[in-house]
């Protein structure tokens, strides 16, 4: 009886334990194949993580940061919060008979998505300034919510809440098993990643970095209200992805994740050494869309997710490039 | 020897269990005096945190914000990060020979306080572009470092950052030690802010919001570097607390603490259900600086920190007012 006392509250105390630096017994990356990414993100985390070693990394600093579109789920054919832009205007239209004649809105509800794509910039902003400004912050993630919850990507067929990738989502939680904290810091609207990003990714709202539209505070009724509008504050993409992050977390990464060109300030900001006084290891990883059975293959020509210094960049500064194809067993997790 | 094992074993585990929820057996704000204010908040959180009770609030959720100026450190005579921006203005004054002549600088420089203040909000931007724009985020950093190791308050003669709430900090523990992530939003500036309040406050900067000057990217010699502009991107004061929190944190917080009738939308946003149906419980702080002994007395007549129309609110609102002299032993830390 009291052996099996003992045992259990070792057992208690050994669970209790675990955590940040305790080694790992089962593979943390089960959807990685064998090979050089595996084992340089292994060797990383082991380092950083190897208490009285020459590269630990106190709790504090272990930050890492993470795109999501094209790096955490998928994004072709268009950004996925472009579709449900495109989907609100549908679902707004019968209150805007003036949408028929006027562009960028004719072209959406008439399906011609290639005159969409051509209105440009200013196109996508009356379009994401249709379906995203002058709502309340409620009214907005509700919206959110009901399309996650019934529209389905166009080829794939399935909500796009489950196009998440398996092995990232090992990533994160190895990552946070390890002590660090994980961001998103997305080109894609803030208020949009939020909607799903804890549930999807274990990323709570207040570590979900991304483009960003004023908003404001009134009381409605006696009700405190925040209403979203059309000011941009920060496009969170390209130089302003290290603007965001030096907004909203205030100090600078260990270790960043992205798939394309406007990730490349972001891996620039996270891995190279302000000073030759700063020795602190630094992990940069490029996600290459390599495989065209199971998503899709893309990089310098592409108009999504465009990669073409990104990988310029990773050879000269020492990033992992995960090739898809080849290093992940699988991409979506099973159903 | 099996039983010293035992034992050391066992208090192993208890150690590393104690944590959310646990029942605390020492006084976790011994700087309180006993009493409504002290019983109110030990109240709150025992109730927040009972496992199975009606009152639960899950660990997410568990989201404090903090106002800093004259909730978290003293005020006066003057926001002490308008003190420091009249320290740089003098320093850089030898730079500045136009200053001599023009205002603000000229009655800073003459050491007329009154004529400053009488500058108002414009004076005051222009003092704190000369000191906070236009400079590298590191230099920023250092520069208020440097300052907090060297400035001394004017009649109080200690560094400011040893003019913190002990009473406050043990809050903040407390809260912490059940769970809560504790934030702070101030009309300050988040990276002044961000300098001190991982030392003086135990909160990292990704949980520091404050009043916002824009920045952007640039490489310079090969090295990532964010630059300081001058446009306000986010005055974290009155109606842009709630702002600031919507944008950082995404969620309604439980808890909020203030001073000021700057807090007063803070506390508002915090307390005030948003529908019938919500039942979460909820709690408003304002410290009321009533000790012109040990600190400063002021409320609805104060040009720094006035509360008037918050005293009002928080006798229909029912939240807790904690008389600085009456409900604190001791008010800044021992040296």
């Known amino acids: 009886m009291r052996f099996k006392q003992l045992g259990f509250i070792a057992a208690l105390s050994l669970s209790a334990l675990a955590g940040p630096g305790m080694a790992q017994t089962a593979d943390p990356l089960p959807s990685w194949n064998d090979g050089a990414s595996k084992t340089a993100i292994i060797n990383f985390v082991e380092k950083v993580t190897k208490e009285g070693g020459s590269d630990f990394v106190a709790l504090p600093e272990r930050i890492a940061t993470f795109d999501n579109d094209g790096t955490l789920w998928s994004?072709?054919?268009?950004?996925?919060?472009?579709?449900?832009?495109?989907?609100q205007v549908r679902e707004q239209a019968p209150n805007h008979p003036e949408w028929k004649t006027e562009e960028p809105y004719k072209s959406v509800l008439a399906g011609d998505t290639k005159a969409v794509m051509a209105s440009g910039m200013d196109g996508l902003m009356k379009i994401?300034?249709?379906s995203h400004a002058n709502v309340t912050s409620e009214e907005f993630a509700a919206s959110v919510s009901e399309w996650l919850s019934t529209a389905q990507h166009p080829t794939k067929k399935q909500p796009y809440n489950e196009l998440v990738y398996q092995p990232m989502l090992e990533l994160l939680d190895y990552l946070r098993a390890n002590g660090f904290k994980t961001f998103i810091v997305s080109g894609g609207g803030i208020d949009f990643m939020r909607v799903f990003a804890e549930q999807a990714y274990g990323i709570p709202p207040e570590q979900v970095i991304g483009s960003t539209l004023d908003a404001?505070?009134?009381?409605?009724?006696?009700?405190?209200?925040?209403v979203k509008t059309g000011d941009l504050l920060l496009n969170d993409d390209k130089v302003g992805k290290p603007v965001g992050i030096y907004r909203h977390i205030g100090r600078q990464p260990i270790f960043a994740a992205g798939n394309s060109d406007g990730d490349l300030q972001m891996l620039q900001y996270t891995t190279i050494a302000r000073d030759a006084e700063d020795t602190t290891p630094r992990f940069g990883l490029i996600v290459h869309h390599t495989d065209a059975e199971r998503e899709w293959a893309y990089d310098k020509d592409s108009h999504?997710?465009?990669?073409d210094q990104g990988l310029v960049e990773a050879e000269q500064r020492n990033?992992?490039?995960v090739d898809m194809k080849a290093d992940w067993k699988k991409v979506y997790p099973d159903n």
Chains 1, 2 share one sequence.
Do not use: C, S
């Open 216 to 226: 404001k505070f009134e009381m409605r009724d006696g009700v405190p209200t925040i």
């Open 319 to 321: 990033w992992t490039v």
């Open 304 to 307: 999504i997710g465009k990669l």
């Open 128 to 130: 994401i300034g249709a």
């Open 75 to 87: 994004e072709q054919p268009l950004y996925f919060q472009g579709l449900f832009a495109l989907d």
